[in-house]
């Protein structure tokens, strides 16, 4: 076995592609001309849509913890880093991230239109999806990233407690649920 620290500690398995997913249920819901099928339809997937989501930010803290603890251990080797030697393309980078961003400010206007509800996304949403689009860019997205001396981190980033990242983010994996980030986000903003 190769010594050095695991690029992806185990989230790989358990994200789905945010932009698609949602991309493929909106085109769902969109295919009915009727308001009351549209309206049923999103009513259907709006919390799957949101759950994907959830899944999704909680993977963006998971990385920003794991990048934290491993600039804690001695410099190593990053291993099995897909990223590495590919050209870098800052909105091919960003796309994930940045479909994101875009869907917290729409998605909100949705809900009001087909079920009449008023909702808000909480603010650390769009904080943590800034920080981990700067955490991509600073680090252009990976292509340079050999050891884990290379990967930079944003300045809004706690590091206090990083050493003792690594358990409860295998714990999490084990759990297959991303986003019980979310409910441990504060040690890392």
């Known amino acids: 076995m190769a010594k050095g620290l695991e690029f ?22 969109n295919r009915f001309k009727n308001f009351s099928q549209r309206k049923t339809k999103f009513l259907q997937y709006h919390k799957k849509i949101l759950e994907v989501f959830n899944n999704n930010l909680g993977f963006y803290i998971g990385c920003l913890m794991w990048a934290a603890y491993i600039k804690t251990q001695d410099e190593q080797k990053i291993l099995h880093n897909h990223c590495f030697g590919d050209k870098y393309d800052e909105e091919k980078n ?25 909702f808000e996304f909480p603010s650390y949403v769009m904080n943590l999806l800034t920080l981990y689009k700067e955490f991509l860019t600073i680090n252009k997205g990976f292509v340079e990233t050999k050891n884990n001396t290379d990967i930079k981190l944003p300045e809004k980033i706690k590091t206090k407690e990083a050493e003792s990242f690594k358990t409860k983010i295998d714990d999490i994996i084990k759990s297959k649920d991303l986003s019980k980030f979310i409910e441990i986000k504060e040690l890392i903003i």
């Open 8 to 29: 992806d500690p185990g989230f790989g398995p358990h994200i789905m592609a945010f932009q698609g997913t949602v991309e493929y249920l909106y085109a769902d819901i």
């Open 94 to 118: 960003t796309l994930e991230t940045d479909f994101m961003i875009k869907f917290v400010e729409l998605f909100p206007r949705d809900m009001k239109y087909f079920l009449n509800e008023t």
